[in-house]
């Protein structure tokens, strides 16, 4: 297989990174401002004041899509000079994309949950912010350990 070949196979793996990431981040966020809209609205028709935090719930799956970023800058850069390794660098991209974007479709329905209770108790923002953290931390895992496991 030719050169140009192998780097294109191995910057697809960080196509796939990033994709994946962001499509778990879209799904997310899509998942949580549903829930979000739907809790102000309860407030609204309660008139209570409206939980500006929802929007933390709602944006927090997003990190998970710069997180791919920066992981595809490294496997492209990787793929430009050591094309042989596309094969692993194709894997990392499809199974570390997976992972992050599942855990910021994750992150995302625990934001739905935290909208819905913060706008009924207008109490726990923090511990709802905490829960969302440790989703988060799966993210970061992947960015800090695949970044390593790059060959």
Do not use: H
Not at 42 to 56: D, E, G, H, S, V
Not at 62 to 77: C, E, H, R
Request: glycine residues 14%; contains cysteine.
């Amino acid at each position: 297989m030719e050169a140009a070949t192998m780097t294109a196979l191995g910057s697809f793996g960080g196509a796939a990174m990033l994709s994946l990431s962001a499509l778990g981040s879209a799904l997310g966020a899509g998942a949580a401002a549903p829930a979000a809209i739907g809790a102000w609205k309860k407030c609204y028709a309660q008139n209570k004041t409206a939980p500006f935090m929802l929007l933390a719930f709602i944006g927090a799956p997003l990190s998970q899509t710069i997180y791919g970023m920066i992981v595809m800058n490294k496997m492209v850069a990787r793929a430009a000079s050591l094309p042989a390794c596309w094969p692993a660098l194709l894997a990392v991209g499809i199974f570390g994309g997976l992972a992050m974007g599942a855990s910021a479709y994750y992150q995302g329905k625990a934001g739905a949950a935290a909208s819905d209770a913060l706008a009924e108790t207008g109490k726990g923002s923090g511990n709802y912010l905490m829960a969302l953290g440790i989703i988060e931390t799966v993210a970061i895992f992947i960015l800090v350990f695949i970044g390593k496991a790059i060959p």
